[in-house]
C-alpha cells in the first residue's frame, strides 16, 4: 500500500491541527509582536518559507511558538535542508575575518595545506598578513560545494563533495535496490522531510506485509485501526512524520517514490538502506557515518556466537544507526528484551524502533523508547552494564575546537590536538561492560598501529584480552579504507593465547601469548611466522636506517596537470612517478617537469634530488619496491628516496637488504599496510657483514639490474642468501617464502 499526495497532506494537516490544539503554534499577530515587527512583515516572511516550521490552514498562517525571527536574507545563503553545511558554520563567527585554524576548520585541511595554499595564491589573506575575510571565504566554502572550485576534488579530503550513493552491499535484496536507484534517478535534492515521508510509507508497506493485513491510511493521522498493536505502530509512524511541513515539500520530486512498492525481505535492514541511500555524501562524511553492510554485521555475530554463548545475555549498540546490528542478533537467536540501542541521529532510531517492532509485535511503547534512544553517547547513555557491546562506531567525525577540550576533559583517548571518535567509543564500550563482558567493533585497520592510537590500543591492552580479529580489506561503499573486526574480553591483560584471526583467505587459532606493546598489535600471522619474525627482530650485529639516513618526498607540485607534460620542452626533464619503479630497475617514462621549486607545493632541498647516489621506492606497494639511482632524477610524491648514511654498509647491499623477501615479509606482517612508511623502513633491522660478503650480495644485485636473464631465478639465488645472513633455518625460509607466494614482486617485463 502507497500513500497518495492526498493522503499525505491529510496526515500533515492533521498534525498541524493537533499541534494547534496543543499551543504550540502561535498567530501572526502574536508572532508580530514577538519580533517587533509589523502583522504584513510577518506574513511575507511566512510566504518566502523563512519563518521555519510556518504552516497555512485554511488561509491562516500557523506560527511555531519557539520560531526565530529570520535574520537578514541578504546576509543568509540558502541550503538545502538535511545538509550538515560548512557555509551554516561560518555564521557561527561573529568577526569579519577569520583565523587560520577557523578556516582549517571550515575547509576540512590542514594548517599546512592552507599556508601552502597562501604561499601559491589559492587562498588570499587579509592586508594583515594572517586573516582571511569572511566573506571570501564563504564564497570559496560555496564554490567548492558547487563544484565551480575543483580543489577539493582533486585533494585526498573531500569532505565537502555532496552527491548520493546507492549502498547496494548493505542488503541482499536485488528488487528492492533497484527501487532505490530508481528513486535517486527520479528525484532532484531531498529534503529531511521528504526523506521521512519516504520512509514511513515503505515502512506502513512493511508492516503490511509483515502483519498480512490491510492498514487504512487513518492510522498515520487518528491512530485507529482494528489492529490490536495499533496505537504502538501509531506511535511509530507519527514520530517519523510528526514535524514535516507539507508547504515546504516539492510533492512533484516525490510523488514517483510513492508509487513504489517494496519487498518485504526477513531479517534485512529494508528502511535503513533507503535512508543512507537517500542521504547526502556530506553529511555522512562530516558525521563518521559509514553504515556496515550485512555481511560484515553476520562476520560480527558469528565470531562472538563461536566465542561466547549471547543468547540470553544483555547486548547494547552505542552506535546503532538503524538497527542492523540489533536485526542480526534476534536473527541470532537474541532477545529481544535483551537488546539496547542508541545513536546520535534521530530518523536512524525511528527506523530502529520500526524494524525491531516489525521483528516482535509484542513489544510495547515503553520497551521501544526505553531501550533504544536518541542522543550523544559520549555524553549520556544507558546507566546499565552489559555482556556485550558491539556495533560500528563513527569513523573521523568532525569535532570542532571547544567539543574537543569538553572530550579531553572526560576521556583519556582524547586530548587537546586532537580526537578520534572510534577511540572515544573503545573507552566507553570497555566501561560499559560487565566483566569478562565482550567488546566486538568494527574498525578502521589503523587501530592496530597508527600512533595517534596509542591511548586506545593502551586501554585494550591494559584491559582485555585478545579473542577474534577478522580482516576484512575494503568493505564500505565508496570508502578506501581498510577495515578489521576486533573482539575483546573485558578483565583480562593483554593476553592473545587463542585468539582466532582470519586473514584474507587463511583462519587459524594463536596457540601461545604473544609479546605485544601499544605500539602496535601485530596479530596477522600464525606461530610460524610469528617465530619468524621474531627471529629477524632479535638479530644481533645489525644497523638501523633510523638516525642514519635521509628520507625525503618526491616533488608534491599541487597539480600534476599544470606541471608535468609529456613531451620535452626547454629546461624540461623526466621526472618519475612510483608506477615508474621496480625492484632493481627504473621504467623508462615520457613524463616531464621544469624544477621550480618556488612553485611546487611542497618540495625537499635540491641536493636530495640531485645527490650522487640514492635510493627510489614506490610509496604505496604491497612489498617493498626500490631502485638505484645515480643520473640525479626528480621524482614526484608517489616516489620517494632514501640515501643511507652507514659508513660500513654500501648503498647497493642496503638495496638488495630492501627488496628482499625478508624486508617484504618484516613489513607486512609486523605493519600489513600498502603504503611504505619512513618508520616501517627505520624499523628493519640490517645486518652487519664484511666488505667481502657486501661484494657478493652487490655482484648479484647488479647482475639482476644488468641482466636479461632469467631475472626471477637470479633473485631467488640472491634472497636464499639474504635469508642465510638473517639466521633463518630451513623450516623459516619456506615459511617466509610460502607467506610472501602470490605477491607481485614488482620485476619489470
Sequence with gaps: MSLTLFAVKSIINHYETVLRRNRMYISVSDAAKKFGVSKRRVQTLCEQGRIKGASRISGVWLIPENAQKPVDARKKVKISKNEISEIDNIYNYKDDKLTVIQVCELLFVSQATVKNWVRLG?????????????????????????????????????????????????????????????????????????????????????????????????????????????????????????????????????????????????????????????????????????????????????????????????????????????????????????????????????????????????????????????GDTLSKTFENKFSVVLGNPPWGYNYNIDETKHLAESYVTANAKGVESYDLFIEKGLEMLEKNGYLAYVLPQAILNVKSHESARKLILQNTDFKFLNYLGNVFSNVQCPSVILGVQNGGNGKTKGCTVEFKDKKFVIKENRKIDVSQFSLNMNDDEYECLNTIASLKNVKYLKNNAEFALGIVTGNNSEFVKKSKSKNAEIVLRGSDIYRYEIKSTDNYICFTPEKFQQVAPTEIYRAKEKLLYRFIAEVPVFAYDNQQTLSLNSCNILIPKIDELNIKYILAILNSGVAAFFMNKKYNSVKLLKSHIESLPIPIVSREKQNEIIKKADRIMNSNENINGLYNELDDEIMTLYGLNAKQKNTIKTAMSGKNLFFKD
Excluded: W
Excluded at 495499533?230 to 515546504?248: A, P, R, Y
Design 122 to 374: 589559492k587562498l588570499k589573506l587579509n592586508s594583515d598578513g594572517k586573516s582571511f575575510d569572511k566573506k571570501y571565504i564563504e564564497t570559496l566554502l560555496s564554490d567548492m560545494k558547487s563544484g565551480k572550485d575543483k580543489r577539493l576534488k582533486s585533494r585526498r579530503n573531500k569532505k565537502n563533495i555532496n552527491g548520493k550513493v546507492l549502498y547496494k552491499d548493505y542488503i541482499k535484496s536485488d528488487f528492492n535496490c533497484k527501487i532505490i536507484e530508481d528513486i535517486l534517478k527520479c528525484t532532484n535534492q531531498i529534503t529531511e522531510d521528504e526523506i521521512r515521508l519516504i520512509l514511513a510509507d515503505f515502512a506502513i508497506q512493511l508492516y503490511e506485509k509483515s502483519m498480512k493485513t490491510s492498514v487504512s491510511k487513518e492510522l498515520l493521522y487518528k491512530g485507529n485501526s482494528n489492529v490490536t498493536d495499533s496505537s504502538v505502530f501509531n506511535s511509530l509512524i507519527s514520530d517519523m512524520v510528526k514535524n514535516v511541513n507539507i508547504s515546504q515539500i516539492d510533492l512533484k520530486n516525490i510523488q514517483k517514490a510513492l508509487e513504489y512498492e517494496i519487498q518485504l525481505v526477513p531479517y534485512e535492514d529494508t528502511l535503513g538502506f533507503v535512508y543512507i541511500s537517500l542521504q547526502d555524501i556530506n553529511r555522512r562524511k562530516v558525521t563518521g557515518a559509514y553504515y556496515t553492510p550485512q555481511e560484515t554485521v553476520n562476520k560480527l555475530i558469528d565470531s562472538l556466537k563461536l566465542s561466547f554463548d549471547i543468547k540470553n545475555k544483555s547486548v547494547c549498540d552505542l552506535c546503532c544507526g538503524t538497527g542492523n546490528f540489533l536485526i542480526g542478533l534476534v536473527k541470532s537467536g537474541v532477545k529481544v528484551s535483551n537488546i539496547y540501542g542508541q545513536d546520535i541521529d534521530e530518523i536512524s532510531i525511528l527506523i530502529a524502533r520500526i524494524n525491531m517492532f516489525l521483528l516482535d509485535t509484542n513489544l510495547t511503547k515503553e520497551h521501544l523508547y526505553t531501550h533504544f534512544v536518541c
